[in-house]
């Protein structure tokens, strides 16, 4: 076992959300990632889409319970000392019995999660062992994970960044931070209803206004995401923006790109990115006349890229074109004529972050 010590911290993390080529929907989900030696450890397991157990979007009481499994002299919920370090961020569960699940199930796995021994050893506290797993014990040699770990963490420091997260005696729960929140500006019509409702589906809140101007300034800082409707005029657009800036809203504004309402959800996700500087899909953009797609990773991870467009009777059409893990580096992909033909644009998606880029032409 490695006598070398590691760092141990808690860093804020999502998993982007969005409507699939499929119409399936995948769920939004903030929460704190683990941070060995400075860098995100989920970010080490390439290919998996996945959420640690501490999600702000669980009640105060669930949450402190979260983080009490994650110290060693917790009850131990698992055989072996094995404690859940990242779960389905769809079902959240070891076996949801889904046969096709948006998390851990889209690398190929039935859905489930990465599991690690947690203990003590003397004042310091060791992860080791860490693998995938959908029963009671997982499989060493075939799902381990035999290039992550063991991590040997001084015991005050992990404490230390676990236990600021639960309440002191007599003191109320830390507070977690809110949820996304998203102002859609226009009519309430068919396409502004329909984003709404999907970024609802997802874990995003949505309302729809035709008045931002007149909102109070504390109603605006709540909002991560404005998005301004294809009927607002430049007049109107200044107003709210006047608005945001009195109000010191932090809010990305952008406006729709085309009626398609996946698309739309990509926007949203990508506007709603607080961490571009961490994030592994650095660049997306179409070259050569949209023949190819041009993508920058940081480091390795899944990247799917999806075209999005209009047909000549304006219906939306959504098409995959592409799903594999990439080395880090900048890589060209061949696109199809046929799904980037007219107005269309392209989306890549990862399991942290959305990127949109129209395609030239």
């Known amino acids: 076992m490695t006598s070398q010590y590691a760092t141990f911290g808690l860093v804020p993390a999502t998993r982007a959300g969005g409507v699939l080529a499929d119409g399936a929907y995948q769920a939004h989900r903030d929460f704190l990632d683990f941070a060995v030696d400075g860098s995100p450890l989920l970010a080490r397991l390439a290919d998996l889409d ?4 501490l999600a702000f979007d669980l009640g105060p009481s669930d949450f402190a319970e979260q983080v009490r499994t994650l110290l060693p002299e917790a009850e131990k919920p698992l055989e072996g000392s094995r404690r859940v370090i990242y779960g389905c961020p769809e079902c959240a569960g070891l076996a949801c019995g889904e046969p096709v699940c948006g998390g851990l199930a889209s690398v190929g796995f039935a859905c489930g999660a990465v599991t690690a021994v947690i203990e003590r050893d003397g004042p310091d506290i060791v992860w080791r062992d860490f693998g995938r797993q ?4 997982p499989d060493a040699e075939r799902d381990g994970y035999h290039d992550i770990g063991p991590y040997r963490f001084r015991g005050e420091e992990y404490r230390a960044a ?5 309440p002191a005696d007599g003191a109320p729960a830390p507070e977690l931070p809110a949820g996304p929140r998203a102002l859609l500006i226009g009519p309430r019509a068919a396409l502004l209803a329909r984003l709404a409702a999907a970024l609802r589906r997802i874990g995003i809140s949505a309302e729809i206004t035709l008045d931002a101007v007149h909102a109070h300034a504390d109603e605006l800082r709540k909002y991560g995401v404005v998005v301004f409707g294809r009927t607002i005029g430049p007049d109107e657009r200044d107003a709210v923006l006047n608005a945001l800036a009195v109000a ?3 809010a990305v504004c952008v406006t729709v ?4 309402v996946p698309l739309l959800v990509a926007q949203v996700e990508q506007a709603l990115d607080r961490t571009p500087d961490r994030r592994r899909l650095q660049r997306l953009t179409a070259v050569a006349g949209g023949a190819e797609a041009e993508v920058e990773v940081a480091s390795a991870c899944r990247v799917r890229l999806v075209a999005h467009r209009l047909d000549r009777l304006s219906r939306p059409r ?3 074109l592409f799903d594999a893990v990439l080395a880090p580096g900048t890589h060209r992909i061949p696109l199809e004529t046929r799904a980037v033909r007219g107005r269309s644009f392209l989306t890549a998606h990862t399991s942290e972050a959305v990127l949109v880029a129209p395609v030239a032409r």
């Not at 790109?257 to 398609?260: G, K, R, S, V």
């Open 50 to 53: 996945a959420v640690s157990p």
């Open 134 to 137: 959908t029963g009671r014990t």
């Open 162 to 166: 676990l236990e600021r997260l639960l």
């Open 248 to 250: 010191r809203s932090e």
């Open 257 to 260: 790109l085309a009626p398609i």
């Open 318 to 320: 959504t098409r995959a």
